[in-house]
């Protein structure tokens, strides 16, 4: 085992502060991996203060990671020292089920490890995240990120990125299609990418007129204020897909009110509850659906369009010492569109 530093918080109303975590030694198949940059994201400020009330302390977090290989395992074969890599939400599932077997870990049956806050099979207590000097994760949860990208912003597609493009995949949107994308933060900001990308015609669904501007540089070909009944009666039962990317419970009927006949509105922010009439979904036979990240198979596809089509995150740098105002601006919505931390300050 090896002592290294790390910023954590050892309770849900501490700040996060410099701490020495223990990673353990690396084993035939896995990877060692000195981290360079860790993105910020939402979920981390919610098991800080555990909001979700399933945070076991100190919690470090960070599932935003992008680093190099420093060391690998007598079995690894798909990487070497001084490759490009990346770990997201996960570090470990079964691998026995049948969402594992379908490459779709995050469902795991026996319960995916995350990466932090889950269950550490090898050193006991719960997993450490990214807020670190390095990591070891097992080879198979291990992603190559392709070198044509800006590293740094490359961090936040290991969450905002694969969130948004599973559901994209899963509901075949195309060339042509109308999609829908309801916020613009650190997710939203990414569908619009990701589906512009894929040739649909992008409508950004916002209640702030101030955001149209930065939406259509983004790749939108709309802005539709869904304040403005008028303007949403127009587009009523015209989507082909609707990426919900709110982070909070909040009336949806609005929304499924602008779905074609047998098309899908995915949630991919809020947790807690929405509020639903049966009979929006009934008279159009439309769907409501979730979706949570994405399996190993499906990040790696998602990083590898991302290198042929120059597509990352829109960032703001900060250093570790930063975190916690940056915590409270990310509550704020003050960031454009994600907090990425520069690794290399923590070793200052």
């Not at 198949?29 to 555990?50: F, L, M, T």
């Not at 995949?169 to 589906?195: C, E, T």
Request: charged share 25%; glycine share 10%.
């Amino acid at each position: 085992m090896k002592n290294i530093k790390a910023y954590g918080a050892k309770s849900n109303d501490a700040d996060l502060n410099m701490m020495e975590i223990e990673r353990r030694d690396i084993l035939a198949n896995d990877v060692k991996i000195e981290i360079d940059y860790c993105g910020v994201c939402h979920s981390d400020i919610h098991q800080v203060r555990n909001d979700w009330g399933n945070s076991k302390y100190p919690v470090v977090p960070g599932h935003e990671i992008i680093g190099r290989v420093v060391e690998v395992g007598a079995d690894v074969k798909n990487f070497k020292q001084g490759d490009l890599v990346g770990v997201g939400c996960m570090v470990d599932s079964c691998q026995e089920c049948k969402s594992c077997e379908d490459g779709l870990e995050q469902y795991c049956e026996n319960g995916m490890t995350a990466t932090y806050n889950g269950k550490d099979e090898h050193l006991g207590g719960h997993t450490f995240g990214g807020y670190s000097e390095m990591v070891v994760v097992r080879e198979k949860f291990v992603l190559k990120v392709p070198e044509n990208l800006d590293t740094k912003a490359v961090a936040p597609l290991l969450c905002a990125g694969i969130t948004t493009w599973s559901p994209l995949r899963q509901w075949n949107v195309k060339k042509g299609d109308k999609v829908g994308v309801v916020g613009l933060g650190g997710l939203g900001h990414m569908g619009v990418k990701f589906a512009h990308a894929l040739g649909a015609h992008v409508v950004m669904i916002t209640t702030s007129p101030a955001k149209a501007e930065d939406a259509k540089s983004l790749g939108a070909d709309e802005v539709l204020i869904s304040k403005d009944e008028a303007e949403m009666k127009k587009h009523a039962n015209s989507f082909d897909f609707i990426l919900n990317t709110v982070p909070v419970g909040h009336d949806t009927n609005p929304y499924v009110a602008l779905l074609k006949r047998d098309a899908t509105m995915t949630l991919v922010g809020a947790i807690d509850e929405v509020d639903i009439h049966g009979g929006g979904l009934i008279m159009g036979r439309k769907r409501l659906a979730g979706s949570l990240i994405g399996g190993i198979k499906e990040t790696q596809e998602m990083l590898d369009f991302c290198g042929e089509h120059n597509i990352v995150s829109d960032i703001e740098m900060i250093d570790i010492d930063s975190i916690n105002t940056a915590f409270d601006r990310v509550v704020k919505s003050d960031v454009k569109y994600r907090f990425v931390i520069d690794m290399k300050s923590l070793k200052n």
